[in-house]
């Protein structure tokens, strides 16, 4: 079936530190990829996304690249800040020939950065 | 542009009541799907409507349904609630298959 598998958290960072969380996926077909960010009382916001094999989503400092051949799309960042402290959510999408397409989401990464 | 709304935003109810949630899609978007956050289940999808139609469904119960009307806000209903369905029920809306879903903050229904 089709997954993704997040690295468990916390992650507990200092203030400037490089922050990567892992994410790995299982999809029948090729899956567009997403992160998400959750901030506490809030619904998802939509980071960065890639839609094809050694594609490099970027925002706000924030980057992934989809690998197709370790079906991979880790976040990393190079200096985080206290303001990025939430629940980092991987995701994958599938376009399906009955014109559906759902968001299949990892279980999520808390990221915890302290000054 | 405004962005995804859903009301309202807290909710209680009781055992074997059932509860109606709202969601107003960025304007244009026609395509609406709905999420159940919990904490030991995580992020799961519900159903997708398209037009006024559903194009896809989870794997909920019955109880769980949903529409949509011809301006694109949608509903989701939830009958016979247990305890099990307290939890963040969040909308998505998007132009369409294949493009980016936006979320709005969500519901947080708890049940007792």
């Known amino acids: 079936g089709n997954s993704v598998t997040q690295m468990e958290g916390p992650v507990t960072l200092s203030e400037e530190a490089f922050l990567t969380i892992n994410c790995t996926y299982t999809a029948t077909g090729y899956p567009s990829l997403f992160w998400y960010v959750q901030y506490p009382g809030e619904g998802l916001q939509l980071l960065l996304k890639a839609t094809k094999a050694d594609d490099k989503g970027s925002n706000k400092g924030f980057e992934a690249t989809y690998r197709k051949e370790t079906t991979s799309f880790h976040l990393e960042k190079g200096s985080v800040q206290v303001s990025d402290s939430a629940v980092y959510f991987c995701?994958?999408?599938?376009?399906?020939?009955?014109?559906?397409?759902?968001?299949?989401f990892g279980a999520g990464t808390r990221l915890a950065v302290h000054p | 542009k405004a962005g995804v709304t859903q009301t309202p935003r807290y909710l209680i109810k009781t055992r074997g009541q059932q509860v109606t949630l709202s969601c107003s899609p960025i304007s244009g978007h026609r395509s609406v799907s709905w999420y159940q956050q919990t904490p030991g289940q995580g992020l799961q999808f519900l159903f997708e409507?398209?037009?006024?139609?559903?194009?896809n469904k989870g794997n909920f119960p019955g109880r769980f349904s949903g529409r949509q009307f011809s301006n694109s806000r949608s509903e989701m209903n939830v009958s016979t609630l247990e305890l099990g369905d307290s939890a963040l029920y969040l909308c998505a809306s998007s132009l369409d298959r294949g493009y980016e879903q936006y979320f709005g903050p969500g519901t947080r229904l708890t049940v007792t």
């Open positions: 409507y398209f037009s006024e139609t559903q194009r």
């Open positions: 995701a994958l999408s599938l376009m399906f020939s009955g014109g559906y397409n759902k968001l299949i």
